[in-house]
């Protein structure tokens, strides 16, 4: 029988916008794994989304399990964030000055995450990655930052060491670019290994001025933290009087209410923290918070310094604000109903073709790795099968499933992912994993 979803495998359209966007963008793209080149083939450009789908220029429509990267968490379109985006669009699109969408978000923030007492508002993950370096800096007087292998912060020039995401999928050693006395700034340790944490610590520990940990790891795939060891990181910091911050640009807000902190307890309570993604409800909006002491050294107030002409912006926070109040106990409910479906179907289809594999959660966030046992650090998850993902990607694809183009990074579910788009993920993978099989 064939797949009544079934998309062409050229995409003329698409590649007609490649060729001209190549010609005025390095790349074609503006952010470099878009461009398709761990799987090959034509990069989709997409000209509407609607609930989980996704239309591109050819006129195809894919189910979308990337949710343009993890921000889309109440599917495309949701008409409570139309409604608000509208509402705050015709009232005026930035101000330059304080205005009261920017209290209401970060109330919500402040409500949903414990340690968060203050927040700042920023524009990107990035921002905030780098401005919480800055002042985790500024507080304790020292500089050497300690990260974990495969954990992406965005693009800061000190933490695009050993980086996950595009880092990863390009295979790239690190970026040109960052001067090597930056780079030298930065310690680099296996992920889940406490006695190197020790290590480095018992050398250096009264220069670090912050861990910074991907709160669950989700840019080299879903690797959750071991048992105890986001409570490691809490106790050696702490013992050397350096800050711990949790990047929860990705998992903020989706994995729970409160994101992966959620699933803490207070012996991990971070000093700083990071959000993004699903906070700008598809808007640029990002945010850096925590300890009140730590926040007060921020300008106004102090001598941090920390700005943003959009910062806060009145259409984006007003589209974050929206989403989060969305985002309840029945939403995250149905979020891991669905990962849990499809994550079932993924390794049953991938069993039943004898394909090496290995599926792995972070919460409703989840990746296969095709590769066997478990992984639990950057080592292990870059040791895959990364060409049996390209066969599954593209079978997937001329199938009508949108997925992450790389082996590295988690598949994204939202609440509108009904039991029809579900079907359809679900019917394709049987014969992708026979494509991966070879
Ligand atoms: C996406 C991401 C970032 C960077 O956010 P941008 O908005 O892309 O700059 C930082 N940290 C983590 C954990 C992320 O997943």
């Known amino acids: 029988m064939t797949n009544p979803h079934a998309v062409p495998s050229d995409a003329p359209a698409s590649a007609a916008l490649l060729d001209r966007a190549r010609a005025v963008t390095p790349g074609g793209v503006n952010s470099p794994v878009r461009a398709f080149r761990s799987v090959g083939g034509t990069p989709r450009f997409m000209t509407s989304a609607r609930g989980p789908h996704l239309t591109d220029v ?3 429509e894919y189910v979308d399990l990337v949710g343009s990267w993890g921000p889309m968490i109440l599917g495309h379109a949701h008409p409570a964030v139309l409604d608000a985006v509208h509402t705050a669009a015709a009232r005026g699109t930035s101000f330059g000055t304080p205005s009261e969408n920017e209290v209401l978000l970060a ?4 409500a949903r995450v414990d340690p968060v007492e203050r927040v700042r508002l920023v524009s990107s993950g990035t921002e905030a990655t780098m401005s919480a370096i800055r002042l985790a800096r500024g507080f304790t007087g020292r500089s050497l930052v300690v990260k974990f292998a495969g954990h992406y912060h965005g693009h800061v020039d000190s933490l695009l060491v050993a980086a996950g995401s595009g880092v990863a999928t390009l295979a790239l050693p690190d970026s040109a670019g960052v001067p090597a006395d930056m780079a030298s700034e930065t310690l680099v340790l296996p992920y889940n290994d406490v006695a190197a944490l020790e290590a480095v610590f018992a050398e250096r520990g009264d220069q ?7 709160a669950a790891a989700g840019n080299m795939g879903a690797v959750p933290p071991a048992p105890g060891f986001t409570e490691a990181l809490r106790r050696v910091t702490a013992e050397h009087g350096a800050l711990l911050v949790s990047d929860e640009v990705m998992t903020g807000f989706r994995c729970s209410r409160a994101g992966w902190w959620g699933f803490e307890g207070v012996d991990a309570a971070p000093d700083l923290m990071t959000f993004g993604k699903v906070m700008g409800g598809g808007f640029p909006a990002a945010a850096f918070g925590g300890r009140a002491d730590v926040m007060a ?5 102090g001598p941090v310094y920390q700005a943003g002409t959009l ?3 009145p259409v984006a926070t007003a589209a974050g604000l929206a989403t989060l109040q969305h985002c309840d106990d029945a939403l995250y409910g149905r979020l891991d109903e669905v990962s849990r479906t499809l994550a079932t179907a993924a390794d049953d289809a991938l069993t039943a073709a004898r394909v090496p594999h290995r599926v792995q959660h972070v919460s409703s966030m989840f990746s296969v790795f095709f590769r066997d046992g478990e992984v639990t650090d950057y080592d292990a998850a870059r040791d895959q099968d990364t060409a ?3 066969r599954f990607f593209h079978a997937m694809l001329d199938a009508g499933v949108y997925l992450p183009p790389s082996a590295f990074e988690c598949w994204f579910v939202s609440g509108a992912h009904d039991d029809a788009a579900l079907d359809r993920v679900v019917s394709a993978l049987p014969a992708a994993a026979r494509a991966a099989a070879g």
């Open 388 to 390: 049996a993902f390209g």
């Open 208 to 214: 670090v001025a912050c861990v910074i940990t991907e």
């Open 107 to 110: 109330e919500e923030i402040v």
């Open 58 to 60: 050819d006129g195809n």
């Open 297 to 301: 050294l921020l300008a106004p107030d």
């Open 311 to 313: 910062s806060g912006n």
